[in-house]
């Protein structure tokens, strides 16, 4: 027969299964489960499943019912309180008025402006809470969110497709496509994943992205670097399908896209003040797709935490269409020590 501690560990790892089940639609919100137990039995369970929506805590309470009295809950993240804009009911005082006797929960709230008052009201009123428990494997199920109120930035993640000449475009600046259909649906899939996508102002102006997921999952903000305001008003990032930010110091203004000024640092937008402001508006992870100068702008600044780099076996120098550009045939990749050969004919 299990012991407490290992009980405990199951029913909050239970709570953390159910918490993944909202996927990207809690965004900005985090990933929250809640179980419900009572006799060693589970009575209740639900999960926080989309941004607006009720809370784990009230789903699983009201599932559960006149239950609920003396039961304990497991909970991912700290219940919440009444604030300034909430958009919910406190699931701090459900718990007290569904009369539980004791909470888990995993993860205090990372936000220092309410941070351990639910857990202070839930002692408050004669409730049993002890947290930390599976705290490391919950900061990663909420990587963003936890990473954007301790580091007041999103988690940055650059991605990059190259060719084996190391270009990341062909002549003229053209980058568009550079991989192959598996790896740019695979970067739909990526995109779906993160808060927010990033590109420079030069890449909207030769390439026209839409920058959207394609229908694979739920569309990331678009947010584009324009110091000066160039980008033209028939771009597609201004189409409307997602919400487009446009980081600049200029003061003129434009349809479809909401401005955020910003000011220069060596005459370009000043990528830490600009990430703030991100991070104010609720942005936890942001996708980078810029070319090599926003690349190199972000590691020059010691802003990115993740990379994903595509390399294309084929050569872009000398070509102005990457669909183009010669191309290996079978290649066959073998690892050497810490790098990587790449071994072909070209056609």
Excluded at 273 to 280: H, I, T
């Amino acid at each position: 027969m299990k012991g407490p501690r290992e009980t405990d560990v199951f029913f909050m790892r239970k709570a953390l299964e159910l918490a993944q089940r909202g996927g990207e639609k809690t965004r900005p919100n985090p990933k929250v489960g809640c179980v419900l137990v009572k006799d060693g039995k589970i009575i209740s369970q639900a999960w926080h499943q989309k941004f607006g929506g009720p809370h784990a805590e009230l789903l699983a309470l009201e599932k559960a019912g006149s239950q609920a009295h003396g039961a304990t809950a497991y909970v991912t993240l700290e219940p919440c309180v009444l604030f300034r804009g909430k958009k919910t009911p406190s699931c701090a005082e459900a718990l007290i008025a569904a009369k539980v006797k004791k909470v888990f929960i995993s993860s205090p709230d990372p936000n220092p402006k309410i941070s351990n008052r639910g857990i202070g009201l839930l002692k408050a009123n004669g409730i049993k809470v002890q947290t930390g428990l599976l705290k490391e494997e919950n900061q990663e199920i909420n990587r963003s969110f936890f990473w954007r109120h301790q580091h007041k930035r999103p988690y940055v993640v650059l991605k990059l497709a190259l060719g084996l000449d190391g270009k990341a475009f062909a002549l003229g600046g053209r980058s568009k496509w550079i991989t192959g259909i598996a790896a740019r649906k695979n970067v739909h899939r990526l995109r779906a994943r993160f808060d927010a996508i990033l590109v420079g102002i030069e890449t909207v102006l030769k390439d026209n992205p839409s920058l959207t997921s394609h229908g694979r999952g739920e569309n990331p903000t678009r947010v584009i670097l324009d110091t000066r305001l160039r980008i033209p008003r028939n771009s597609k990032v201004l189409d409307g399908q997602a919400r487009t930010l446009i980081l600049t110091s200029s003061n003129q203004k434009i349809p479809n896209g909401k401005i955020l000024r910003v000011p220069k640092k060596d005459g370009k937008i000043n990528l830490r003040r600009a990430l703030r402001k991100l991070a104010e508006l609720g942005v936890g992870s942001l996708l980078v797709e810029g070319g090599p100068t926003v690349i190199a702008s972000f590691l020059k600044e010691n802003l990115a935490d993740e990379a994903y780099v595509f390399l294309a076996p084929k050569f872009l120098s000398g070509t102005r269409n990457p669909n183009l550009a010669p191309l290996l045939k079978h290649p066959e990749f073998e690892k050497i020590g810490k790098d990587f050969l790449i071994h072909g004919r070209i056609s």
